[in-house]
C-alpha cells in the first residue's frame, strides 16, 4: 500500500475561474485595479491571505480576505471542474489498496464541499485543508506537512505528495517526502522545472499515473 496527498487547486480540480471572480470582487469593493485571469491563476498556491498579498497589497489583506470569501461562498460550485485522468486516477488507486489524501491550502469547508459536489470524496481516506482551530497551518509549514502525516498514520518516506507548484514541492521537502508535479496547475513544465527536476514533472494525471505508478491507460469507449 502507498499513502498518496494530493493538491487540489491544479492538480485534481480547475477551480481558478472562481477564485479570480471572488479576487476581482474584493478590489473592486476596496476600489483597486483588477487583476486579470492569467496573473490570478499564476499567483494560486500559497493559501488566500499570501494571494491576495500580492495581488492587493499587504495592507488590504485584512479588508479584502472576508470579501473574497463572501463571494467565494456564493459562487463556489459555477466554475469548478474536474481535471483529466483526476476520477481516473483517484479510482484506480483506491481501487489497487492504497491510502489517499487531499493536502490542500484552500480552506478546509471550501475544500469538502467542492470534493463532494465533484464526486472525487468517495476516493478519499483524508482530506486536510487549512482555516479550523486543530489546523491552523498552512504549506509550506513543516507543522502542516506533520499535520498531513499523522492524518495519514503513515512516516515520510511511506508517502508521496503529487502537486502542481512550488509551494506543493516545500511543503513535501519540509516533511521529507517524495514530491512529483504536474503541469496542469499555476506553472508550467519550464517554470516548475526550475525547482524539481523534470524526472519528477508531468504533463497531466494520466502521464503521472502510468509512468510513476504504473496504471494502464485509461481507455475512452465511443458513442
Not at 129 to 155: N, V
Not at 187 to 214: Q, R, T, W
Amino acid at each position: 500500500m502507498q499513502y498518496i496527498l494530493f493538491d487540489l487547486d491544479g492538480t485534481l480540480i480547475d477551480h481558478f475561474t472562481t477564485i479570480h471572480k471572488s479576487v476581482a470582487y474584493a478590489q473592486r469593493e476596496l476600489g483597486l485595479p483588477e487583476s486579470d485571469y492569467a496573473t490570478v491563476r499564476a499567483t494560486v498556491g500559497g493559501s488566500v491571505p499570501i494571494t491576495l498579498g500580492k495581488l492587493c497589497g499587504e495592507d488590504n489583506v485584512a479588508a479584502a480576505e472576508p470579501l473574497f470569501r463572501q463571494h467565494f461562498d456564493e459562487i463556489i460550485f459555477d466554475d469548478v471542474f474536474t481535471l483529466p485522468g483526476a476520477e481516473w486516477l483517484l479510482k484506480t488507486l483506491k481501487a489497487r489498496g492504497d491510502k489517499l489524501g487531499v493536502f490542500t491550502n484552500k480552506y478546509a469547508g471550501h475544500t469538502r464541499s467542492v470534493l463532494a459536489h465533484l464526486g472525487l470524496d468517495q476516493w478519499l481516506d483524508v482530506i486536510i485543508g487549512t482555516g479550523e482551530p486543530e489546523c491552523p497551518y498552512r504549506k509550506p509549514d513543516p507543522l502542516f506537512t506533520a499535520y498531513a502525516l499523522e492524518q495519514m498514520d503513515c512516516a515520510s518516506d511511506e508517502a508521496l505528495m503529487i502537486g502542481d507548484s512550488p509551494y506543493d514541492l516545500a511543503a513535501a521537502e519540509a516533511g521529507c517526502i517524495t514530491c512529483h508535479l504536474v503541469a496542469t496547475g499555476s506553472h508550467d513544465a519550464d517554470e516548475l522545472s526550475e525547482y524539481i527536476v523534470s524526472d519528477y514533472i508531468y504533463k497531466d494525471l494520466y502521464e503521472l499515473g502510468e509512468k510513476l505508478f504504473g496504471l494502464e491507460p485509461e481507455v475512452t469507449v465511443e458513442a
